[in-house]
């Protein structure tokens, strides 16, 4: 019987509290993912749209949206609805982007064979008109890392569904919404036709689905305050699920420490100061004095903000940056040779090459704007605060001392 229909029986403490941590964690999928209904229902709509087309048409589709969002998650709970042959690959982990096509045709034919040897036998096989008893289905996560300078992976993968009697479907998934958009026309009219945007969670997204985990035999252990706190520090940054479960599981970890019988704000609190410090702490020291400066205008223009939010644009950031460069440039800029009569402020570029290596760092995450791809959005992955406090007390980047160090004033600060 499911557990729903089974009487609620009362576990020993250290029961229910090992249910708690197994709830909690990333790979305890529960068989019902809450607040995902309308892209699990769009999925299955494709997925019978690809099994019903005799021409190749609408075979694949492109899934986006940022990570923790359950987009391979609900992938692999709706294939568990259909009878077909299913194969998942993710494109980080392969040596080179050319190794999906030799784990592809591992998956039909079950030999392995060399990348080059293995996309003259996939064309062949798409192509010709001999019998396939059973779909295919393809899950290529992480697509983006596919990317090569002349397309090539991404358009055969994306066009051999087209074929008449290819019987193969493909579902992309990646981070960056517009990907399509910046792939060259030949590629893009092959990737771009059918989307599916997972949008990030929001606070009551999350807190339902804490609770929905927790249901079973321990949702006792948190107080209803510790796990609305847990949503919003997580809803407030990236909507990234796995960040929330991860607090969680620290905030559970901490009051079972303090031998306490329930998990309360302070434990979510303290859980959140350390999960921040732990994950940023040794990033700090390795940082250029340009991405220091950065780093620092982030964390201005966040707090002049005053909000629960740690969204800004580019547009925001670069304002920033000019207000500091106009009132330091013949100060702390000059003396750590940042600013010179020759000097200008960093270019567009040079500023998202900055900020995608913080996004790789994970200090911070970046999605499009659709109103305007050359300003995008960035969302700080913690407390502007706490990496204020990392910086001027644990790096002590005199940098960092002169922007930050009076930030409850508006003195010396470029507000």
């Known amino acids: 019987k499911e557990i729903k229909h089974q009487p609620k029986k009362k576990l020993k403490k250290d029961d229910a509290w090992q249910q708690a941590r197994l709830a909690l964690e990333l790979r305890s999928v529960p068989a019902h993912l809450p607040c995902r209904d ?47 042959q299913f194969i998942e690959i993710n494109a980080m982990r392969l040596p080179k982007p050319q190794h999906a096509y030799s784990l592809l045709w591992q998956t039909i034919s079950k030999q392995l064979v060399s990348a080059s040897a293995a996309a003259r ?44 009697f290819s019987n ?50 321990c949702s006792h252990l948190f107080h209803p305050q510790a796990l609305q706190l847990t949503a919003r520090k997580t809803a407030a940054y990236s909507g990234d699920l796995r960040r929330a479960l991860n607090l969680a ?49 982030i964390c201005l223009e966040l707090k002049s903000q005053s909000l629960d939010e740690q969204h800004l644009t580019l547009d925001h950031l670069h304002a920033r940056l000019a207000r500091i460069f106009s009132l330091h440039s013949s100060g702390i800029l000059r003396t750590l040779g940042l600013a010179s009569s020759t000097t200008t402020l960093l270019s567009h570029s040079e500023l998202l090459s900055i900020l995608y290596r913080f996004h790789d760092a994970g200090l911070i995450s970046i999605f499009p704007n659709p ?42 600060t470029g507000r």
């Open 38 to 84: 309308r892209e699990r229902d769009e999925l299955i709509a494709f997925i019978r749209d690809a099994l019903a087309a005799n021409d190749g048409a609408g075979r694949s589709i492109y899934i986006s949206g940022l990570p923790g969002t359950g987009k391979t998650a609900t992938v692999r709970q709706v294939m568990r609805k259909f009878q077909v």
């Open 121 to 164: 036998k996939l064309e062949h096989h798409f192509s010709s008109a001999t019998t396939k008893t059973q779909m295919l289905v393809a899950l290529i996560d992480e697509l983006d890392y596919l990317v090569t300078p002349q397309g090539t992976i991404l358009y055969n993968l994306f066009d051999w569904p087209t074929r008449k």
């Open 168 to 217: 193969l479907a493909v579902i992309g998934v990646a981070n960056t919404m517009d990907l399509p958009e910046r792939l060259e026309p030949k590629v893009r009219s092959r990737l771009g036709a059918r989307r599916l945007v997972f949008k990030p969670y929001t606070f009551s997204d999350i807190t339902q689905i804490l609770q929905d985990r927790l249901t079973h035999y």
């Open 371 to 412: 109103d305007e791809p050359r300003v995008p959005h960035l969302v700080l992955n913690s407390d502007a605060s706490l990496l204020a406090n990392l910086l001027l007390n644990d790096a002590k980047h005199p940098l960092a001392i002169a922007l930050l160090g009076g930030h409850s004033s508006s003195s010396n």
């Open 249 to 297: 599981s620290r905030a559970l970890d901490l009051c079972l420490s303090r031998h306490g019988k329930q998990v309360q704000v302070t434990d979510v609190t303290h859980a959140f100061k350390l999960l921040a410090h732990s994950s940023h702490a040794p990033i700090i020291p390795s940082l250029a004095q340009f991405e220091i400066l950065v780093l620092s205008a």
